[in-house]
């Protein structure tokens, strides 16, 4: 399980420990309360206030986003194991008809945890079980109830029981049963625009050779221009050829140092300015107006290099529409707004209906693949991205996004 993973899982696991805290503790108020069988009350508080304590954590630990692994997620789930242990003890163990929940941290551990892990809550849960059938404080049933009342009780225990466990499984299973599929999803795209990837790179390879001799030409260029605007000329050329070697430098280093460093947790407002500062940088000569939202909600998203590349494809566009490009976001607990603006001439008709497809393009010499590979990766966040543009008066491109895809 990669780290992303593992806090949605955590998130999963600390939902289901709220509704077995209230469980537990509806449970021995009715007992203790109003059936009236004396139960060991403090040993079983004092259990429940440690899985409050866990859920306290936990909740933490998800909201600052720290470094959580497949191992720390497995110990949470050995501690609910032995909180369960503790508190089936008190209450006659294996004649608890609550006891078959061992049951449902075995099935958590097979959805999300590796074989071995998974094998040893499963051991755990069997041997909590055994040892349970001999080692138990007994609950005085027959200081209040007769054998056929008893049994009657245990019988609706057990039925209360499976009512839980078939709510409970179910909810967890389909939740992830949607992951699954979000992921298949986000796969089948990934696939999709990694034989994008493999053919620039196979071309970026290719041109490596044809681009050292058209520098070499310009270099001679350059020494043999006998007037000020040939020079000129063949400096500004030197310079198209050194820009074209730092895209291709950028397509090679894609595969690797970027994409390692993609997938970390970030806030949102510090990953737009490392975005904005990185562009700037690269763009000095362009007059970029930024104006993010002063919210005091701050988000933790995915900070995946796709979403970084698709933003910065469509700055770069509204940069060669002109030089004034304004960069306006906004937010709230559900969605992400970016809009990017340039005071362009606009986006011709003949171009409007198709543009955004593989070689569409408002530039003479465009392929069309830049906005093309931004919507792709912004419709895998299940976001959508609109063009509006008007000849003579700009264009705006308006990406909404909707956070419980971004944010942890």
């Known amino acids: 399980m990669d780290q ?78 032995a909180v369960l ?4 003890y008190f209450t006659g163990g294996a004649t608890n008809p609550f006891a078959s929940l061992f049951i449902l941290q075995v099935i958590i551990a097979a959805i999300t945890l590796s ?91 290719e041109l490596g050779t044809p681009l050292a001799t058209l520098t070499l030409l310009a270099e001679n260029y350059v020494e043999e221009a006998t007037d000020e605007e040939r020079n000129r000329k063949a400096i500004m050329f030197q310079e198209q050829l050194a820009r074209c070697k730092q895209i291709l430098s950028r397509i090679t280093a894609a595969g690797g140092v970027i994409r390692a460093e993609s997938g970390k947790p970030m806030k949102l407002d510090l990953f737009l300015k490392e975005l904005i500062s990185a562009w700037k940088n690269e763009n000095p000569e362009v007059n970029l107006s930024v104006e993010l ?67 569409i393009s408002s530039k003479a010499d465009g392929l069309g693949m830049g906005l093309f590979l931004s919507k792709s990766v912004i419709t895998r966040f299940g976001g959508t991205i609109y063009i509006e543009s008007k000849a003579g008066f700009g264009t705006m491109a308006r990406i909404n996004l909707p956070l419980a895809r971004l944010t942890l």
């Open 115 to 205: 074989p071995l892990y998974t094998w040893i809550i499963a051991l755990m849960a069997v041997g909590c079980y055994t040892i349970l059938m001999v080692w138990n404080v007994e609950v005085p049933y027959f200081m209040h109830h007769h054998m056929g009342e008893f049994f009657s009780m245990h019988v609706q225990g057990m039925w209360i029981n499976f009512i839980l466990l078939a709510g409970i499984i179910s909810w967890f299973v389909v939740r992830m049963n949607v992951t699954i599929k979000r992921q298949a999803s986000i796969l089948y795209e990934a696939e999709k625009m990694a034989a994008i990837g493999t053919l620039a790179a196979n071309s970026a390879h």
């Open 293 to 359: 939202a002063d919210n005091k909600f701050i988000p933790n998203i995915v900070a995946e290099s796709g979403l970084s590349h698709a933003i910065i494809n469509i700055l770069d566009n509204a940069a060669d529409a002109s030089n004034d490009v304004g960069f306006k976001v906004i937010w709230t607990a559900k969605n992400l707004t970016i809009a990017i603006s340039d005071k362009g001439q606009g986006i011709p008709l003949e171009v409007k209906e198709n543009f955004g497809e593989p070689g």
């Open 85 to 88: 242990f503790g508190l089936l």
């Open 4 to 81: 992303i993973t593992c806090l949605k899982n955590l998130k999963l696991l600390w939902w289901l420990r709220n509704i077995a805290i209230i469980g537990q503790a509806v449970a021995i108020t009715v007992v203790t309360k109003i059936l009236d069988i004396p139960l060991g009350e403090k040993a079983l508080w004092f259990l429940i206030g440690l899985l409050v304590a866990l859920n306290i954590i936990t909740w933490v630990r998800i909201k600052l986003a720290l470094h959580i692994n497949e191992f720390e997620f497995f110990c949470q789930l050995v501690l609910d194991i």
